[in-house]
């Protein structure tokens, strides 16, 4: 089975810091994805990458950013976390032909004090 | 911009009952579908897609009916176990657009 791990399941930083957000997956897929979940929004794509080095902007990119140096790690980083990004992150994760998220991680619930 | 809802955000069922969760979409060139369900804890799961030349699909216990008239979306489960208890969510993806657009979810309880 296709595992996606995100490396914490909690966390909580201050405001002002620069927060890293990791996200591996073990079947070699193509593309990634960060989304956002927030009570009564839904799910909100925040950045996608199609492979190693290339990245597109989701709806809501302000305040993030990402990298995918290898295929298999997708990281997310808050470059000075504010109490608005308190919230669920989610990476997912599908294979080159399906650009449309099929596996999750099970979330990082991120609190900014 | 396009918007997509579940009507309801919950539904309490009793176990071994058909479930109908549903979704209404607002951009008529979606033409693609996906339901998910998010158990507590955990990060959604993929359940069935549909494209849009498609009015029917099955999958295992589960269908799903778009009703591309008036822009609707159905997901059905059949005899609905405590295991089904969980938030579904629809999504969407615009013709021109390969980003999804997800709704809010609707948290299912299936009663013993």
């Known amino acids: 089975d296709v595992k996606v791990t995100q490396s914490s399941r909690y966390l909580v930083k201050r405001t002002g810091e620069k927060v890293f957000l990791e996200c591996v997956q073990d079947?070699?897929?193509?593309?990634m994805f960060w989304y956002r979940q927030d009570p009564g929004l839904g799910l909100r794509l925040i950045y996608f990458s199609y492979d190693v080095k290339m990245k597109e902007k989701g709806d809501i990119p302000e305040g993030y950013s990402v990298s995918r140096e290898k295929k298999e790690r997708f990281s997310l980083i808050l470059e000075s976390a504010s109490t608005n990004q308190t919230s669920m992150y989610l990476c997912?994760?599908?294979?080159?032909?399906?650009?449309?998220?099929?596996?999750f991680g099970d979330g990082t619930r991120l609190s900014i004090l | 911009g396009e918007s997509v809802g579940l009507h309801l955000p919950t539904l309490s069922v009793q176990e071994g009952d058909n479930s109908i969760i549903n979704c209404a979409y607002s951009?008529?060139?979606?033409?693609?579908f996906i339901w998910y369900k998010q158990e507590s804890g955990k990060g959604p799961q993929f359940i069935i897609d549909i494209r849009s030349n498609m009015d029917k699909r099955q999958g295992q216990r589960v269908t799903v009916l778009l009703n591309k008239t008036v822009k609707h979306l159905s997901l059905q489960i059949a005899a609905t176990q405590p295991g089904d208890s969980a938030v579904y969510f629809c999504a969407e993806r615009g013709g021109n657009d390969y980003k999804l657009s997800f709704g809010a979810g609707t948290t299912v309880t299936v009663r013993a």
């Open positions: 951009n008529s060139a979606s033409d693609y």
């Open positions: 079947m070699d897929h193509e593309n």
């Open positions: 997912a994760s599908s294979p080159g032909q399906g650009i449309q998220p099929q596996h």
